[in-house]
């Protein structure tokens, strides 16, 4: 495996998209001046100019921790940092009997409600038990979807899409190159319908409301996701949100997917007040909202512990037949800890109402 080349980046709609860092390159001493692209065309083997400067309208080059322009010139001592979507080494994907729940399958897809707790893909440090290893064993034949990493074909068959790890739900894959293709299109073009419910901390002022924001890596901490007014740092990301339950302290809500960018829902809840119950990353594994009283603080503890994740579920997808046209709609129910989450939350208000 070649580490000095960039490589092509397929990028695939998702809520989980992680940067691994591949190049890190101190500037001599002595370097002149010099627009960073052709620096790293120079230095870096079978670079292109044109992959470089995707990368960095990507945000994927960044100097001095921080992103940069392709006509930005690099100086001595600057540290040219550059990232992939994938780790610097993936081993070989290897199909393991895992259960996973199957909800609709034919020739073309199959549909899948992930668990919480299940990895989709192979990544660095989650090389087996992910979802994509149950379904090269599950299912014979998957669309041919790799990944060129450092000159080495990554094999990632049939995903469309993904969903956090801990977050569980509905997953669709396709089975055929024809279904990658026009199920892809269906993603790039919001030409589908992704309904998510989860349960936010404190009480909405509206029934429903339309977030919209530029989202995209935190400058600070590239794990977690920001929000930007501008698209200089992030990609625009429109989330629908409608309230179903108030339960007093928290609120149940649906959420509607116009686009489906990393953390959207999640980052989007934060931005508005109203982390997600749980949500380690967004600030929601606390008492955001509540009383003083330790009798509550042992009630949520209890709550936390009930759902050890962040309270979210992607319930349903509609999308249109990539062979017959149809229209198909494929729902699940919310998952027994949120759903025992959701009925601690419904007792705990009767009881002081």
Same mark, same amino acid.
């Not at 940067?19 to 890190?24: K, M, P």
């Not at 073309?108 to 149950?134: R, W």
């Not at 030409?191 to 935190?218: P, S």
């Not at 330790?294 to 992607?314: D, I, M, S, T």
């Given at each position: 495996?070649?580490n000095?080349?960039?490589?092509?980046?397929?990028?695939i709609e998702?809520?989980e998209q992680?940067?691994?860092e591949?190049?890190?390159?101190v500037?001599d001493?002595?370097?002149?001046?010099m627009?960073?692209?052709?620096?790293?065309v120079?230095?870096?083997?079978?670079?292109?100019?044109?992959?470089?400067?995707q990368?960095i #309208?990507?945000g994927?080059v960044? %100097?001095? /921790?921080k992103p940069?322009?392709a006509?930005?010139k690099?100086k @001595?001592?600057d &540290?040219i940092?550059?990232?992939?979507?994938?780790?610097?080494?993936?081993t070989?994907?290897i199909p393991? #009997?895992?259960?996973?729940?199957? %909800?609709? /399958?034919?020739d073309?897809?199959?549909?899948?409600?992930k668990? @919480?707790?299940? &990895?989709?893909?192979?990544?660095?440090g989650h090389?087996?038990?992910?979802?994509?290893n149950a379904?090269a064993?599950?299912?014979k034949?998957l669309?041919d979807?790799?990944?060129l990493?450092?000159g080495q074909e990554i094999?990632?068959p049939?995903?469309?899409h993904r969903i956090d790890?801990n977050?569980?739900g509905i997953l669709i894959v396709?089975?055929t190159?024809l279904?990658m293709?026009?199920?892809?299109?269906?993603f790039?073009h919001?030409?589908?319908d992704?309904?998510?419910?989860?349960l936010?901390?404190?009480d909405?002022e509206?029934?429903e409301?339309?977030?919209?924001?530029y989202?995209?890596r935190n400058?600070?901490?590239r794990?977690?996701?920001?929000?930007f007014e501008?698209e200089?740092?992030g990609?625009l990301?429109?989330t629908?949100y409608?309230?179903?339950v108030r339960l007093?302290?928290?609120?149940?809500?649906?959420c509607?997917?116009?686009?489906?960018?990393?953390?959207?829902?999640r980052v989007?809840m934060?931005?508005?007040g109203h982390p997600?119950?749980n949500d380690?990353e967004?600030?929601?594994?606390?008492?955001v909202k509540?009383t003083?009283?330790?009798?509550?603080?042992q009630?949520v503890?209890?709550?936390?512990?009930?759902?050890?994740?962040q309270?979210l579920h992607a319930?349903s997808?509609e999308?249109t037949?990539?062979?017959?046209?149809?229209?198909?709609?494929?729902?699940?129910?919310?998952?027994?800890?949120?759903r025992?989450?959701?009925e601690k939350?419904k007792?705990y208000?009767s009881s002081?109402?």
């Amino acid at each position: 495996m070649n580490n000095n080349q960039i490589s092509d980046n397929t990028l695939i709609e998702d809520d989980e998209q992680e940067l691994y860092e591949h190049h890190r390159i101190v500037v001599d001493k002595g370097q002149i001046m010099m627009r960073i692209d052709k620096f790293i065309v120079n230095r870096i083997q079978n670079a292109t100019r044109n992959k470089v400067q995707q990368a960095i #309208d990507l945000g994927n080059v960044k %100097v001095n /921790e921080k992103p940069i322009k392709a006509n930005y010139k690099i100086k @001595p001592f600057d &540290v040219i940092t550059i990232f992939y979507a994938h780790p610097p080494k993936e081993t070989e994907l290897i199909p393991e #009997d895992i259960p996973i729940t199957i %909800v609709y /399958e034919d020739d073309d897809v199959v549909v899948v409600n992930k668990k @919480p707790g299940m &990895v989709v893909h192979p990544s660095y440090g989650h090389y087996s038990g992910t979802l994509v290893n149950a379904l090269a064993f599950h299912i014979k034949q998957l669309a041919d979807k790799t990944q060129l990493i450092n000159g080495q074909e990554i094999p990632r068959p049939g995903l469309l899409h993904r969903i956090d790890k801990n977050t569980s739900g509905i997953l669709i894959v396709a089975k055929t190159d024809l279904a990658m293709q026009r199920l892809s299109s269906d993603f790039f073009h919001h030409n589908l319908d992704r309904r998510y419910v989860a349960l936010a901390w404190g009480d909405f002022e509206q029934d429903e409301g339309t977030i919209k924001t530029y989202v995209g890596r935190n400058l600070k901490n590239r794990k977690v996701m920001d929000v930007f007014e501008n698209e200089e740092h992030g990609k625009l990301a429109i989330t629908h949100y409608k309230v179903l339950v108030r339960l007093g302290y928290v609120t149940l809500i649906e959420c509607k997917l116009e686009t489906g960018r990393t953390h959207q829902i999640r980052v989007h809840m934060k931005h508005l007040g109203h982390p997600l119950f749980n949500d380690n990353e967004y600030g929601g594994d606390r008492i955001v909202k509540g009383t003083t009283f330790a009798k509550y603080k042992q009630f949520v503890e209890n709550c936390f512990e009930l759902c050890p994740r962040q309270a979210l579920h992607a319930k349903s997808l509609e999308i249109t037949h990539p062979r017959s046209g149809k229209k198909l709609k494929f729902d699940s129910e919310i998952p027994e800890d949120m759903r025992q989450l959701i009925e601690k939350w419904k007792n705990y208000r009767s009881s002081y109402q």
